[in-house]
């Protein structure tokens, strides 16, 4: 790509190349880090794997002897919700 400024800053290969100790130096970071993200990943979707419905939520009245006396009976759904 030709620069309109400056002939200096045009984009030619040479220009936008690297230096090779970068290269080196990204290659080992990839080669490190890429297996613990994959590993984060596939470890994330199993913990998650499963839709979480309403009805987990929802949980079941105790039974009516190990109440208190004079306690009110619990509701099945959360107040306000209907």
Do not use: C, H
């Not at 002939?7 to 100790?21: E, G, H, Q």
């Amino acid at each position: 790509m030709v620069s309109s400024t400056n002939p200096a800053y045009n984009l030619t290969v040479n220009n936008t190349a690297s230096n090779p100790y970068s290269l080196k130096a990204m290659t080992i970071i990839v080669l490190i880090f890429l297996p613990v993200v994959l590993a984060y990943q596939i470890w994330s979707y199993y913990v998650f794997r499963r839709r979480v419905s309403r009805d987990e939520f929802v949980t079941e009245p105790p039974p009516a002897s190990n109440r208190t006396p004079g306690a009110p009976a619990p509701t099945s759904a959360p107040p306000g919700r209907t």
